[in-house]
């Protein structure tokens, strides 16, 4: 049984938009850390540190945790769906749809 690769290409494209995002993260937040003077503190709680931060530099942050939490069922359905090999156009246009929004 062949796996159905072409439905593996939302995936790869949800993966690569985490990157994405992980990135923009960091290129606006080290720069905004720094201009703030901040100086992280292992002992204070993480959001109590970031929460300091412009809402425009947080935003970016939420959105690449929300790239961890929401997308664990999407990852595996879509993998068992290409390698059953059971999918067809709907499949593909579900996937890129969950990937679009």
Request: glycine share 2%.
């Amino acid at each position: 049984m062949e796996p159905n690769r072409s439905l593996l290409l939302p995936a790869v494209a949800l993966s690569a938009w985490t990157f994405v995002m992980w990135t923009w993260m960091y290129v606006t937040r080290i720069p905004a850390i720094r201009r703030m003077g901040m100086k992280l503190d292992a002992t204070i709680p993480r959001g109590e540190q970031m929460a300091m931060l412009p809402a425009k530099v947080r935003w970016k942050a939420d959105n690449y945790n929300h790239l961890f939490e929401q997308p664990t069922i999407f990852y595996p359905t879509v993998i068992i769906a290409a390698l059953l090999s059971t999918t067809d156009s709907m499949d593909l246009a579900l996937a890129w749809t969950y990937v679009g929004t």
